[in-house]
C-alpha cells in the first residue's frame, strides 16, 4: 500500500464530492435542515393545535339523569364544559364533532346512590380526537369529584374519619439519573438514527465513485495510471467512509438543533421533556462512544455499497442494486428497539444488531467494556472482510468491463 | 520499446462461450516509431491496447513496455505508459489543470516538476486561456488537448492511442495528429489503432493488419504495397482480411 497515492486519490475525490451539488444537498442541507424543520414545525404545529383545542371549551351533553339532578349540578358547575340540551343523536354528534363528549347517567342512578348501591356513569368520546379526549377528561373530573364529596358526607354521616378510605399515601420517587431516564425512551434511536445515517451518507458517494465512474467513461482513464488497485480502491473507500460519518455527524448535530426547538416551543414535559434532557445531558463521552461503536459498521456499509455498485454499469442500476440494502439495515437495527431485546454473547457478533444494541445502552450510561470490545472487535473484522471483497472486485475485469 | 510476444486474451460469454478477442499476438515497436494497429471493429484492437496498457491482464502471452512485463510489472509500466482513446474521459468536477495535476501526482512527480511540467504542457498545448475551467464546461478540442496533457504529464517514453480520432471534428482530429507526429519526434514509442486510412498513411512507419484476434499481416506501408501489388490500403486491407471474412460471413 502506498499512502501517497492513497492520499492522492482521496484529496481528489473529496474535491469533487464537495463541489457536486446533489452531495450538498443529500449529505449537508437535507440532514442539517431536515430534522429542524420537520421536527420544528411539527411541534410547533402540535402546540398551536393542542392550545387551540385547550382554549375552546368543549361542548358536552347529559344524556338522561332527570332523576339524578344532583350529579347533573356538578356536571353544570364545571366551568370548563358547556352543557347543551339532550338530542337522542348524540353519538353522531360526537362524530361529526357537534359535541365533543356526552355522560350517560343511568335511570335511578341518584337513588342507587342514596342506598349505596354500586351504580356507573358512562362517558362517550371519540378517541385519537384532542378536543373530544379533553372534554372526555373534564367531565371525568366533574364526576370524581362528585363521587369524593359522595363518599365524604357517607363517611361523615357514620362519623367516620376521611381517612378510613385512605388510610396512607404512595409516592414515587425517581433514582434513576435523568441520562438514563432519557437514555431508556431515546438511546435506541440515536444509536438507530447513526446507524441509518451512516449507511444512506455512504450510499451515493459509493455509486458515483464507481459506477458513476464507469458511466462518465473515468474509469479506463484511472486505471490506465500507475495507482494501484488497492490504493486506488483504499482512496475511493476513504471518501465514501468520510461522506458516510459526515452525514451521521451532521444529522445528529441537526437533531440537537430540532431538541432546541422542542424545548424552545415549551416542551418540558412528558415525553418531549426527556428528549430535551436527554440531549442536554449527554456528554461527550456517550456521544463519541456511540461514533467509535458505529465506526467499524460504517466502514462495513462503505465497502460493502462499494462492491455491490461496482457490478452496475450505470448509475441508475446501481440505484436499483442499494435499495434493497437500506431494508437490510432498516431491519436489524429496528429489532434491537423491540422491547426484551437484550444484548447477549451471541448477539454480540450479530453485525448491525449488536451496535444499535450496545448504542443503546451506552445512552443509558451503562458502558460493558467486555461487550463493547467484542462488538468492535468483530464489527471490525466484519469492515476488514468487506474491504478485502472490495479490492478483489476491482480486481476482476469482468467486472470492471462488463458489457 | 514495445514487444508484444504470444498476447492472448479469452473471455467467457454466457451465451457465446469462449471468445479468442486476441489470439497470440506478437510484434515489436521501436523507439521514435509509430506503429498502428488496423482492423474493423471487434478485430481486437481495443483489447490489445488495453493489454499493453494494463488494463486488461493477458491470459497467455506477455509484453514488455520499455524493458517492464505487463504481467510482472504492471504498475511500472503504466508509469511509462501514456493512454489515449475515446473511452478515456474526463472527471467532470475538476478543470483542466487539477486533471493534470491528478494524473502528475499518481505518477510520483514531485509538486516544483510537476508545476514546470503542466507549465510546458500548456504552453505547448495553448491550454492556458482554460486551465482553470471545469471540464464538464470545456469543448470537445479543449477536452482532448486537457487528455493529451494529462497523457503527457510525466513524460512517459511509450504512447498507447486506441481510435482517438474517433468522432472528432476535422480541428480536434488535426491536433491529435499532430501530437501523435510530435511524440515520433520527440523519440518515444507510439502505437495507435485507427479505421482512417489517411491517418496511417500519414503517420505509421509500421502496420499490422489485426482480424478476428490475430495478427495476419504486417510491415512498412510500402512493404504492404509492394506484397500485394496494391497502393490504396484500404484495399490492401480487405485483401488481407477479405477472404477470412467472407469465411466467416
Not at chain 1, 371549551?57 to 356536571?75: F, N, Q, R, T
Not at chain 1, 374519619?161 to 385512605?166: A, D, N, R, T, W
Not at chain 1, 460504517?298 to 442499494?322: D, G, N, R
Amino acid at each position: 500500500m502506498n499512502l501517497h497515492a492513497v492520499s492522492v486519490v482521496y484529496r481528489k475525490e473529496l474535491t469533487e464530492w464537495l463541489r457536486d451539488r446533489r452531495t450538498l444537498i443529500s449529505t449537508v442541507l437535507v440532514p442539517l435542515l431536515a430534522f429542524p424543520i420537520l421536527i420544528g414545525g411539527m411541534i410547533s404545529l402540535s402546540t398551536m393545535l393542542i392550545g387551540q383545542a385547550r382554549k375552546d371549551i368543549p361542548k358536552v351533553m347529559i344524556i338522561h339523569g332527570e332523576d339524578s339532578p344532583a350529579v347533573v349540578a356538578a356536571l353544570r358547575a364545571n366551568k370548563e364544559i358547556e352543557v347543551v340540551p339532550y338530542a337522542s343523536n348524540w353519538k353522531d354528534q360526537i362524530s361529526e364533532k357537534l359535541i365533543r363528549a356526552a355522560v350517560e347517567i343511568p335511570e335511578g342512578f341518584q337513588a342507587s346512590l342514596e342506598k349505596a348501591t354500586p351504580a356507573a356513569v358512562q362517558i362517550d368520546y371519540y378517541e385519537g380526537e384532542i378536543k373530544s379526549e379533553f372534554g372526555a377528561d373534564h367531565a371525568e373530573k366533574s364526576l370524581k369529584d362528585y363521587r369524593d364529596e359522595v363518599i365524604k358526607k357517607r363517611l361523615e354521616t357514620k362519623n367516620l374519619p376521611v381517612s378510613l378510605i385512605s388510610p396512607f399515601d404512595t409516592k414515587k420517587q425517581n433514582i434513576a439519573p435523568p441520562e438514563k431516564v432519557g437514555g431508556a425512551t431515546f438511546g435506541g434511536f440515536i444509536g438507530y438514527m447513526v446507524i441509518l445515517l451512516c449507511m444512506t451518507g455512504a450510499i451515493y458517494p459509493a455509486i458515483d465513485l464507481t459506477a458513476g465512474e464507469k458511466e462518465r467513461g473515468t474509469m479506463e482513464t484511472i486505471l490506465s495510471s500507475p495507482v494501484s488497485r488497492l490504493d486506488l480502491v483504499l482512496g475511493k473507500f476513504s471518501l465514501v467512509l468520510s461522506a458516510a460519518l459526515a452525514t451521521a455527524s451532521l444529522s445528529v448535530l441537526s437533531m440537537g438543533v430540532s431538541f432546541s426547538l422542542i424545548r424552545h416551543f415549551g416542551g418540558s414535559s412528558g415525553a418531549r421533556g426527556e428528549a430535551v434532557q436527554l440531549l442536554f445531558q449527554l456528554g461527550p463521552k456517550a456521544v463519541l462512544s456511540v461514533f467509535l461503536m458505529a465506526l467499524p459498521l460504517a466502514v462495513l456499509f462503505s465497502a460493502v455499497l462499494m462492491t455491490i455498485a461496482l457490478f452496475a454499469k450505470t448509475y441508475k442500476e446501481a440505484q436499483s442494486y442499494l435499495t434493497p440494502m437500506t431494508f437490510l439495515v432498516v431491519i436489524p437495527a429496528v429489532a434491537s428497539l423491540l422491547p426484551g431485546v437484550e444484548l447477549t454473547p451471541k448477539l454480540a457478533l450479530v453485525p448491525i444488531l449488536s451496535t444499535s444494541l450496545v448504542c443503546k445502552e451506552i445512552m443509558t450510561g451503562t458502558y460493558h467494556w467486555g461487550s463493547m470490545a467484542l462488538i468492535f472487535g468483530s464489527s471490525c473484522v466484519y469492515g476488514a472482510a468487506a474491504i478485502f471483497l472490495a479490492v478483489k472486485t476491482f480486481q476482476r475485469e469482468s467486472v470492471l468491463f462488463r458489457s | 520499446m514495445i514487444e508484444a510476444r504470444s498476447l492472448s486474451k479469452r473471455f467467457q460469454d454466457k451465451k457465446r462461450g469462449e471468445i479468442r478477442a486476441v489470439d497470440n499476438v506478437s510484434f515489436t515497436c521501436q523507439p521514435g516509431k509509430i506503429y498502428g494497429l488496423l482492423g474493423a471493429n471487434g478485430a481486437g484492437k481495443t483489447t490489445t491496447l488495453r493489454m499493453l496498457a494494463t488494463i486488461l491482464e493477458p491470459t497467455d502471452g506477455t509484453a514488455l513496455i520499455n524493458g517492464f512485463d505487463v504481467v510482472e510489472h504492471p504498475e511500472k509500466v503504466r508509469a511509462n505508459v501514456g493512454f489515449l482513446s475515446t473511452a478515456t474521459a474526463l472527471y467532470p468536477r475538476l478543470n483542466a489543470q487539477e486533471m493534470v495535476e491528478y494524473f502528475g501526482r499518481l505518477n510520483g512527480l514531485d509538486e516544483p516538476t510537476l508545476k514546470k511540467r503542466i507549465d510546458e504542457i500548456f504552453l505547448r498545448l495553448n491550454m492556458n486561456d482554460f486551465r482553470d475551467r471545469r471540464c464538464d464546461k470545456l469543448s470537445t478540442g479543449q477536452k482532448q488537448k486537457t487528455s493529451i496533457a494529462r497523457t503527457l504529464v510525466h513524460d512517459p517514453p511509450v504512447m498507447i492511442f486506441d481510435e482517438p480520432t474517433t468522432g472528432l471534428d476535422v480541428m480536434t482530429a488535426r491536433t491529435i495528429i499532430g501530437f501523435i507526429s510530435d511524440c515520433r519526434d520527440r523519440g518515444k514509442t507510439v502505437i495507435f489503432s485507427t479505421h482512417i486510412m489517411s491517418e496511417v498513411e500519414r503517420l505509421c512507419d509500421h502496420i499490422g493488419i489485426i482480424h478476428g484476434g490475430k495478427l495476419l499481416e504486417e510491415g512498412t506501408l510500402s512493404e504492404l504495397r509492394a506484397k500485394h501489388n496494391e497502393h490504396n490500403l484500404e484495399e490492401i486491407i480487405v485483401k488481407v482480411v477479405g477472404p477470412l471474412a467472407n469465411t466467416e460471413a
